[in-house]
């Protein structure tokens, strides 16, 4: 039977979205699975929405995840997790880095950052929170959080047989690889 899994990341530009999609596929193509992979930028490079979609199994014929059928939701920010929780299927899992990056209408004061986003996500879903942010800079380079978070999707979807050091070694640049396994071996233990 071909199972497939579908995880969606979802933050702001700038927050290394697409660095941490690529590490997760290699990852699972380097496990055996087939994988496909999508990615929208929505004026990315102005903090603009970010989302990746990633399917892998036996045998993936399409990299689009539609609604209610997210196996995982990766939130690198609260706000993005909201917009993107009809994605999640019923029994699914969304794990939200504890991060708010205000838009571009909250900065200038035409909007209020929502609030309780949090206890809204876990009335509607199996939430795990991430202090991503405080544990990259307690690292000493927060941006590490994209590398926290996918530790911490790593370690939930548990596939074997990975060489996660190596594939960081193949994605980022040497004289930041230590720092980001570190990052990544830090994310791998947060969730209960």
């Known amino acids: 039977m071909n199972k497939v899994k579908n995880v969606l990341l979802v933050g702001v530009g700038g927050q290394g979205i697409i660095l941490a999609s690529k590490i997760l596929s290699a990852g699972l193509i380097s496990a055996g699975y087939d994988v496909k992979m999508s990615e929208v ?3 990315a490079q102005r903090g603009g929405s970010v989302t990746t979609q ?7 014929y399409s990299p689009i995840i539609g609604k209610g059928q ?24 969304i794990i939200v880095n ?12 035409e909007r209020e950052y929502p609030k309780n ?3 809204d996500l876990k009335s509607k879903a199996n ?9 990259a800079k307690e690292l000493g380079n927060v941006r590490t959080q994209n590398i926290i978070m996918i530790g911490a999707l790593i ?7 990975v060489e996660w050091n190596e594939i960081l070694k193949e994605n980022i640049k040497e ?18």
Not at 72 to 90: C, K, S, T
Not at 155 to 161: A, M, N, P, S, V
């Open 175 to 192: 004289k930041h690889v230590d720092l980001n396994i570190e990052a990544l071996t830090m994310g791998k233990g947060l969730l209960d």
């Open 98 to 109: 504890d991060y708010k990056i205000p838009s571009a209408p909250i900065l200038i004061g």
């Open 127 to 135: 939430v795990s929170l991430v202090k991503g942010f405080k544990l």
């Open 70 to 93: 997210a196996d995982v939701i990766v939130a690198f920010e609260q706000m993005e997790a909201a917009r993107w929780i009809d994605y999640l299927r019923p029994e699914g899992k």
């Open 41 to 43: 930028h929505g004026m």
């Open 155 to 161: 370690e939930f979807i548990d596939i074997d047989g």
């Open 54 to 60: 990633i399917r892998y199994g036996s045998k993936v």
């Open 117 to 119: 986003i949090l206890d």
